[in-house]
């Protein structure tokens, strides 16, 4: 359902989960600094990103005066604060590199040079 705030800005409420394509969730994988092609072991945390409700108080909202027509931004209706990332976008970095710190602490390097 959307709210039309006048002629430039549409307030999107999601009523269901959204299902992210699999260009979505590569795309938002190299945003929060995954290697696609390496880490594919973390592509269900870009999943839940890109999937992940907007917290309240927040809003997505669709600038219809945009040159680009899915431009989305996102606004706080309680500051008045507005966004281009979405708000959960730090929470999902940090979750990436929390993950990341653990592999290399737990990966050991074996005489040789093989990991153990």
Request: a negative charge; proline letters at 7%; aromatic letters at 10%.
């Amino acid at each position: 359902m959307a709210m039309d705030l006048g002629n430039r800005v549409v307030v999107i409420d999601a009523e269901e989960p959204r299902v992210p394509s699999e260009d979505e969730v590569k795309e938002y994988a190299a945003f929060l600094g995954i290697d696609v092609e390496n880490e594919p072991h973390l592509l269900y945390i870009a999943w839940e990103g890109v999937a992940a409700p907007v917290p309240h108080p927040w809003k997505a909202c669709h600038n219809l005066d945009a040159e680009n027509e899915d431009e989305i931004f996102y606004f706080n209706f309680e500051t008045g604060q507005s966004s281009w990332d979405h708000p959960a976008d730090e929470t999902y970095r940090a979750l990436v590199q929390d993950k990341k710190r653990v592999k290399r602490e737990t990966t050991t390097t074996a005489p040789g040079g093989k990991a153990g």
